[in-house]
């Protein structure tokens, strides 16, 4: 994924274990050319940093309204 295609809120499937998070933080660089992003996994109490390749962003119809998606929060809590 993309530095520029990251934003805040975003939901996003990380490939290593194959679950859901949401991006809480801005993509950082590092040395070697690897961009690291801050995620939170869904349900969860769990923050890790990940690499960017290793995140790919959910169908537009499972994102928040905030970033452009048709997912709301009650839906989500009550889903």
Same mark, same amino acid.
């Given at each position: ?9 975003? %939901? $996003? %499937? $990380? ?6 998070? $949401? ?14 992003? %801050? ?6 109490? %769990? ?33």
């Amino acid at each position: 994924m993309k530095s520029s295609d990251i934003k805040l809120g975003l %939901r $996003v %499937r $990380v490939l290593p274990n194959d679950l859901i998070a $949401v991006v809480v933080g801005t993509p950082e660089y590092h040395t070697g050319g690897a961009t690291l992003t %801050r995620i939170k996994y869904e349900n969860s109490t %769990r923050y890790e940093y990940m690499i960017n390749k290793q995140l790919v962003a959910l169908p537009l119809a499972e994102q928040f309204e905030g970033v452009g998606g048709q997912l709301k929060v009650e839906d989500k809590q009550n889903g």
